[in-house]
């Protein structure tokens, strides 16, 4: 091996162009940016859906509806599932930390008991709500209802 045998490893060496070194390189003075405007300038980053100008897609649909920003989500659980906790896992009181432990809930969430379904247990149940209907069927067994 000489020294006028070696060559660098393949890939290692870069065959782009060099833009911005000059006249004399063909590729000098606006380093192939055009003349003015955005893309001209350092700095410059497209915006997600920007459309040169024209009214963007997402402004020109029209919005339908109403977002109520103080609405109260509710993860819903009926009775047919509560039947199941107690047939399954033999509970007989009803509770957050339960859920949680089934993977009913998440952690944040907040749950109310539905009237789907029927129930034969008599239970005790904590919840952030009750519908009518699910009230009536747990007192109807003999349980209880709590609201948390």
């Known amino acids: 091996m000489d ?3 070696l060559k660098p490893a393949e890939g290692s060496i870069k065959k ?7 006249q004399g390189s063909g590729r000098g003075g606006t380093s192939t940016r055009g003349h003015k405007g955005a893309q001209s300038r350092s700095g410059y980053s497209r915006k997600r859906g920007f ?3 024209q009214m963007p897609l997402q402004r020109r649909i029209p919005k339908g509806g109403f977002k109520n920003i103080n609405r109260v ?3 819903g659980i009926n009775l047919d599932v509560l039947q199941s906790l107690v047939d399954n896992k033999g509970v007989t009181e009803i509770n957050r930390d339960i ?3 089934n993977h009913l809930i998440s952690k944040n969430d907040l749950f109310k008991i539905l ?3 029927e129930i034969k247990s ?3 149940v904590s919840a952030n709500g009750f519908s009518k209907t699910a009230k ?3 007192e109807k067994v003999g349980g209880t209802t709590q609201l948390v």
């Open 3 to 5: 020294l006028n045998s």
């Open 16 to 22: 782009s162009k060099r833009i911005g070194r000059g």
């Open 51 to 53: 459309e040169g100008g």
């Open 73 to 75: 989500e509710y993860v």
């Open 99 to 101: 859920l949680l432990a």
């Open 115 to 117: 009237g789907r379904g």
């Open 122 to 124: 008599k239970l005790s």
């Open 136 to 138: 009536d069927a747990i």
